[in-house]
């Protein structure tokens, strides 16, 4: 069973191993690609953490803490956000995680936060995301040309995202 939990400083711990794995991150925040020490992290999160433009979830699965998940950057004149995910135990990947969780958030921020849109960036080579976005009701919106750069190569990103007037509750 998943739950959506708020993250706290408690939950910090795990993302010291998540971060410095290579395969978790290659398509996460780009921020995470220059964090070597424990410091930086803990900087990264307790700042992530305590911004009110951002609603920060952790993702439990049968009380196991995997991830996080949530809307950032939120507008309240605009009414929107930014999706994200972070599923940092590998040994969840490929479960359904993403495409639930992702239902819950957009629920969340229609319901909740009031937002009437939310958006994301995907990147291309993450056909797992796109899909799980697509699933949960994400459309398609265009695309940033050789946006990210992972191991010395540029890769595209997808713009997705999802009005209140298309969602189904």
Known sequence: MITLKPLTPENLPPFYKWIRDEEAIIYSLSIFQGMKTDQQIKDWYLQAISDSRNSNHGIFVDGVFVGYAGISGMS??????????????????????????????????????????????VSVPNTAGVKAYERAGFVMEGRYREAALRNGEYHDKFVMSILKSEWES
């Open 76 to 121: 309240k004149i605009n009414k929107s956000g930014e999706y994200f995910i972070f599923i940092g135990d590998k040994n969840y990947w490929g479960k359904g995680i993403g495409t639930q969780v992702t239902q819950m958030i957009v629920k969340m921020g229609f319901e909740e936060l009031g937002l009437n849109r939310i958006m994301l960036s």
